[in-house]
């Protein structure tokens, strides 16, 4: 006993090192990101879930002599375990599918879609006026529900051409709704829609948008680089990324806003941008040749989580879990890919009133603000008289960014008489009250009718 005693005395100094290291050791376990282990032979091109349990990775296979090349991966645990299912084609580029039973992947001039979770396919051409009467490339899939899909993608040759087509039957049938025509290239990226009326494409240097189902879409500039990818929260918030740049929009996708991440969204620090996900308005993910990003304020500020996983696609079921898949690689997280030793979630330590947008505008208008901590708050619209118009917020929030829109189109009432307010200047006040103390901002927006 006296023996043990003496010992543990005298190493006293080297117990310690090992239990600083057994403990760096555990935290590092706890990193953001953990690869799953499957085929390593396999580009993952994209990865959906379509609740916790149902899961579907559209892949391609490595292999030169595999004539089989497409191959979907399914789960029905979360993820613990996935079944390799391939069909009798080359590639699988995009995935969708609603509940457990319908889904839909696509290759380079086909559409396969299954109505029994995976395990028999059938397959549909979709005509386009090029080589073949087919797609060479249909980027994106989506279904909204058991009947609606959209597809996009481009067919090059010495007249390229691009095109948007719809589907009403589930995918039997596809019409052609845009197509646009261009020597040697064409390009249309990645879609998305938050249900049947509201889609948008990202395109050469602006995302087309819709508004009724893809009956009209409109073309709107984003900025001076190939868009790649689109991802909306509702109908008025959404972002999208280039090769190397990301974008977001509180109207629709009518006007976007460059996030300021120049210098992290460039070489040497990040290659080409190809995903990006949202799980509510603040927390989202960037993915690409170069890492995985992360946002925590709506896409103001941006924070490498690593650099390491490089990914075709991403896909959170909620803030914490989520999924990248890319070439060969297959990655995981069950805490938002946040290192608690490393990366510390951020909070927002100031508050901050920020500038309406658009402005001038006409009828509506999206105003932000940033919460340090939970504060009760209020914000108001003044004329130039200073007489009080309509209350925005009146309650208590929680801390980080909130949006909110005031449609000046109609009276405090809800009831529109003769256009709502009229042209002018008007004003609106923030105040928010917190254990940090009290802050108010006031800052001018212009009606223009």
């Not at 296979?61 to 079944?83: E, M, R, V, Y």
């Not at 052609?176 to 390009?187: E, I, K």
């Not at 073309?219 to 280039?242: C, K, N, Q």
């Not at 979630?345 to 500038?355: A, D, I, V």
Request: hydrophobic residues 35%.
């Amino acid at each position: 006993m006296n023996k043990a005693l003496g010992f543990f005395t005298k190493n006293w100094s080297y117990l310690i090192v090992v239990i600083l290291t057994i403990v760096i050791l555990c935290g590092t376990s706890m990193a953001q990101w953990t690869k799953v282990n499957l085929d390593s032979n396999v580009q993952y091109n994209q990865i959906i879930f379509t609740d916790s349990l149902h899961g579907y990775i559209a892949a391609s296979s490595l292999q030169p002599a595999d004539t089989s090349g497409a191959i979907i991966f399914i789960t029905k645990d979360g993820g613990k375990s996935w079944k390799e299912n391939k069909l009798n084609t080359w590639e699988l580029l995009s995935v969708s599918a609603i509940g457990d039973s319908l889904v839909w992947v696509s290759n380079g001039g086909a559409v396969y879609y299954s109505h029994d979770g995976g395990n028999t396919w059938q397959s549909d051409t979709v005509a386009i006026h090029g080589k073949n009467n087919t797609f060479v490339s249909v980027q994106q899939v989506q279904f909204v529900d058991s009947l609606n899909g959209w597809i996009t993608g481009e067919y090059t040759d010495t007249l390229s051409i691009a095109g948007i087509f719809h589907s009403t039957d589930a995918g039997a049938t596809w019409k052609p709704q845009y197509t646009y025509s261009y020597p040697y290239y064409s390009y249309l990226g990645k879609s998305f829609f938050t249900d049947k009326l509201n889609g948008w494409v990202a395109i050469y240097y602006g995302v087309y948008r819709t508004i009724n189902g893809g009956i009209t879409w409109v073309p709107e500039p984003v900025g001076g680089d190939y868009m790649r990818s689109v991802y909306f929260v509702d109908t008025l918030r959404g972002w999208a990324i280039g090769t190397m740049s990301i974008y977001r929009t509180i109207d629709g996708g009518v006007n976007w806003i460059e996030s300021p991440g120049d210098t992290v969204f460039a070489p040497p620090n990040i290659g080409t941008l190809t995903s990006v996900f949202f799980a509510d308005t603040s927390n989202g993910w960037i993915t690409g040749f170069g890492g995985i990003y992360h946002t925590t304020d709506g896409g103001l500020s941006w924070k490498v989580q690593t650099s390491d996983a490089t990914g075709n696609s991403i896909f959170f079921l909620n803030k914490n879990n989520g999924w990248v898949v890319g070439y060969k690689t297959v990655f995981h997280t069950t805490n938002g890919g946040v290192t608690a030793i490393n990366e510390p979630s951020p909070r927002p330590t100031t508050f901050h009133l920020y500038q309406n947008y658009p402005n001038p505008f006409n009828p509506s208008t999206a105003i932000s603000y940033q919460l340090s901590a939970v504060s009760r708050v209020s914000l108001k619209v003044f004329d130039v008289m200073g007489r009080k118009v309509a209350t925005l917020v009146d309650g208590v929030e929680t801390a980080g960014l909130h949006t909110v829109t005031w449609n000046a189109g109609k009276f405090a009432s809800g009831v529109s008489a003769e256009g709502g307010y009229a042209s002018g200047v008007y004003f609106y006040r923030l105040m928010s009250t917190s254990s940090k103390g009290t802050f108010t901002d006031t800052k001018q927006m212009v009606l223009i009718k």
